[in-house]
């Protein structure tokens, strides 16, 4: 009976050391091994250099292909010694940190477990290098761009920066077979015409504005398919796709015209969730797309799932709405107004305060606030009574039966408000103003 057990068990643990592969045993292997430690947006160029350092020492081939416009240096990961070559870079966008700590942990899971048959696999099957943070110079101001102020997604043309360059360079001289072009999009884009963000969002890139179909674009639609069946049961309804429009100045187009079918991976924000969550997203999906291409498992999705993906969407969502507010109006003068706020959360590192501006004031009617509050029964002014689109959000809240003069010449005429709110949250009378 025992040695009935003991063959069980040895069957039970090569099973596991072969096809530790589903989602699911993705997401455990990330929770146990993950290396990345700090929320991506503050991780700075020296972050990634300890990192990197880790991943070396730990015997991963790591070089550097060239420096940044302030002469900081620029590296690339590689691992296997399979045919089909993938190429993958991220923060090109230098406040688009996400993937490069996903990255990170790819590789570090890879060389760990690179004694396991599914690792063994991969690495058997395809050559995998990755550019993680193209822009350190944007990713130490924590900026769109680089240092010359040149948006380096959409230098694949005229190439003017080292980091575009670089870039150009890497994929002419190696010819990779399949390229993963890996961003972060705005917080509030949405799922196609519902309120939901979009977490993640893909986009299977055409080579040129006819939309010439290809055998690479239609495996890349597969792979989407795989990804998204991936990560859907972690974040059901929040996954989305961007319209295929040809960029003729963007590296993913280019990446695809020139030879080098693309994918594009946006992650995004869904309310409540923090920045690893969306780490561990990207590594289950892109070690999805490795393995099923590693194992062929990538021929049995179904591409035209990928079309089923809802396309994104932007100018609905709120992460704040105060509805029915009554505010001064321009005129005439000494009235007021009932208005609906948009209120916003700008994008910038976990580690300091984000700015929260006033987006739009008016009838807000087809748009949905991450965070809404009926505030019929208030009159709203801000501190420097300047309320209007791109004002702060420092909000004084009084009740309408106090019956304050909005249009007070002298701010200091107004009285003690009944709630403050600034910074994006309720810094007096928390709970005042009702939910919705």
Do not use: C
């Not at 990634?48 to 081939?61: R, V």
């Not at 809404?372 to 791109?390: H, N």
């Amino acid at each position: 009976m025992k040695s009935v057990i003991l063959v069980i068990f040895v069957l039970l643990l090569q099973s596991m050391n072969t096809n530790a592969q589903t989602p699911a045993e993705l997401a455990s292997i990330w929770d146990k091994e993950h290396v990345s430690n700090m929320q991506p947006s503050n991780v700075r160029h020296k972050d990634l250099q300890k990192y990197l350092n880790h991943l070396k020492a730990s015997g991963i081939n790591i070089v550097e292909v060239g420096r940044s416009n302030a002469n900081r240096e620029i590296y690339q990961m590689e691992f296997g010694s399979g045919p089909l070559k993938v190429f993958l870079w991220s923060q090109m966008h230098g406040d688009e940190p996400t993937a490069t700590s996903a990255l990170i942990d790819i590789f570090e899971v890879f060389q760990k477990d690179r004694g396991k048959d599914w690792v063994k696999r991969i690495a058997s099957t395809m050559t995998i290098r990755a550019v993680p943070m193209l822009n350190p110079d944007g990713a130490e101001a924590y900026v769109r761009r680089n240092l010359q102020g040149i948006d380096i997604n959409r230098d694949a043309v005229d190439l003017k920066t080292p980091e575009a360059r670089l870039l150009k360079r890497l994929r002419d001289e190696w010819s990779p077979d399949i390229g993963f072009n890996l961003h972060n999009q705005n917080s509030l884009t949405t799922v196609g015409d519902t309120a939901k963000q979009a977490g993640i969002s893909f986009l299977v890139v055409y080579g040129d504005a006819a939309k010439t179909p290809s055998s690479g674009h239609e495996r890349n639609r597969r792979l989407v398919s795989g990804m998204n069946d991936a990560i859907a049961t972690y974040m059901p309804g929040h996954i989305g796709r961007y319209d295929d429009e040809f960029s003729p100045t963007a590296f993913g187009d280019n990446f695809s015209a020139w030879g080098t079918p693309a994918i594009l991976i946006e992650t995004g924000t869904i309310n409540g969730k923090d920045e690893m969550f969306f780490v561990k997203m990207n590594f289950i999906a892109i070690v999805t797309a490795l393995r099923s291409l590693a194992d062929g498992s990538e021929k049995t999705f179904i591409a035209t799932n990928y079309d089923r993906i809802p396309e994104n969407s932007s100018g609905r969502l709120y992460n704040f709405v105060f509805r029915n507010a009554t505010v001064a109006a321009a005129e005439p003068a000494g009235s007021t107004a009932v208005v609906d706020i948009g209120v916003n959360i700008e994008r910038r590192r976990a580690e300091l305060v984000s700015p929260v501006t006033v987006r739009k004031i008016g009838d807000l009617s087809g748009g949905v606030g991450l965070n809404e509050y009926d505030a019929s029964g208030f009159m709203i002014t801000s501190r420097d009574r300047s309320l209007k689109p791109g004002s702060t959000s420092e909000l004084f809240f009084f009740r309408i039966s106090r019956k304050v003069d909005l249009n007070a010449a002298d701010p200091k005429e107004l009285p003690q408000p009944d709630a403050v709110f600034a910074d994006g949250k309720w810094i007096k009378g928390a709970g005042t103003v009702p939910a919705k």
